[in-house]
């Protein structure tokens, strides 16, 4: 069963880190890109940072490049989201699945931030 189990959330005050786990079942996390995509209140979810199984990442938005840094631990199925110097702009619910959206797992209850102002 595919599962996608992400932690690491919380409220911290803008500044502040906070490093963001998902585990998923292998047959998601499997040799596909993984990434991590976030959603505000109001707004559609969108893309964060996208990891290829060997280790190549991307950061569409501009505005957390330099901030995020994403990774992935291949042995134990998880991908991780290092998140540093937090705006109240990055709070949200995060989550993680397969970049490519025709293999994607249905999504995770996700982990809430809050950057506090």
């Known amino acids: 069963q595919v599962q996608l189990v992400e932690s690491g959330g919380g409220v911290v005050q803008a500044g502040g880190s906070l490093r963001l786990s998902c585990v998923a079942s292998?047959?998601?996390?499997?040799?596909?890109?993984m990434a991590w995509f976030r959603q505000a209140p109001g707004n559609q979810r969108e893309l964060v940072a996208a990891?290829?199984?060997?280790?190549?990442?991307?950061y569409p938005l501009d505005t957390v490049r330099g901030r995020f840094a994403i990774s992935r631990d291949n042995a134990k199925n998880t991908v991780y989201l290092q998140m540093n110097s937090l705006k109240p702009e990055d709070t949200g619910v995060y989550y993680c699945?397969?970049?490519?959206?025709?293999?994607?797992?249905?999504w995770g209850q996700g982990t809430q931030v809050t950057v506090s102002s």
């Open positions: 292998q047959n998601i996390f499997g040799g596909n890109t």
């Open positions: 699945n397969a970049l490519l959206r025709d293999i994607r797992a249905d």
């Open positions: 990891v290829t199984r060997s280790g190549y990442t991307d």
